[in-house]
């Protein structure tokens, strides 16, 4: 079936209008956060479990009181992991905080100075949060293999970085991108490496389903603005994938070709 503009963004079976993602860290303070979040049109607004408060600690302001999920679909993440044993241990607490939520971010690092993906643990990690019921959104790196491995698993979103988490680098290999997305049964996202909103453009333009950005928008001189045009580069390039561009050509070809013309 040809794929339209008002095809939703559809994660673990709920359908969303919005394709992209944003984070909640890194924010000044929790109204500039909801204000991002407002500018960004995001409808999933990740949560790092470690680093912020939903309710753990009821003497200090509580993110979700700015960003209720009856609004947003929260999605907590495992930041700051970098065992799959941690991983799974800081779903098991979102999901008591959040009451039964099942619908989580993983990440398993492996460098703290790049935070590149420990896959083999982020392999783990996965098929034991499948196995006890967890909805699972995996960051990863671009390796194609493995993409298609951890979609077999079970997960419901995969996650590939375009470049390590808060460079703004920028897609950095968009042929593994290309790999992964012309492979996928289920909705691929770029993660990590996003710096402006020409980058994000580039990735929908390659076919992603939709991006999760954090570091690009709240790291920004003017953050609520520049959520905005996030929100703006990210409709344009699913529009520019789904009109189809023109071929790369060698040569120039006219764009008012005078064969066929009088005189």
Known sequence: MTATLSDPLVI????????LLTGTGKFKDLDETRLATEAAGAEIVTVAIRRSNIGQDPGQPNLLDVLPPARYTILPNTAGCYTADDAVRTCRLARELLDGHSLVKLEVLGDQRTLFPDVVQTLQAAETLVREGFKVMVYTSDD?????????????????????????????NRWNLLEIVENAK????????????????????????????????AGARQPVLMAGAMRKAIEAGREAFLAGRIPRKRYASASSPIDGTIG
């Open 144 to 172: 194609p293999i493995l993409a298609k491995r951890l979609e077999e698993i079970g997960c419901v979103a995969v996650m590939p970085l375009a470049a390590p988490i808060g460079s703004g680098l920028g897609i950095q």
């Open 12 to 19: 673990a079976g709920k359908p969303y209008r919005s394709r």
């Open 186 to 217: 289920v909705p691929i996202l770029v993660d990590a490496g996003v710096g402006t909103a020409s980058d994000a453009a580039v990735a929908m333009e390659l076919g992603c389903d939709g991006v999760l950005m954090n570091t690009a928008i």
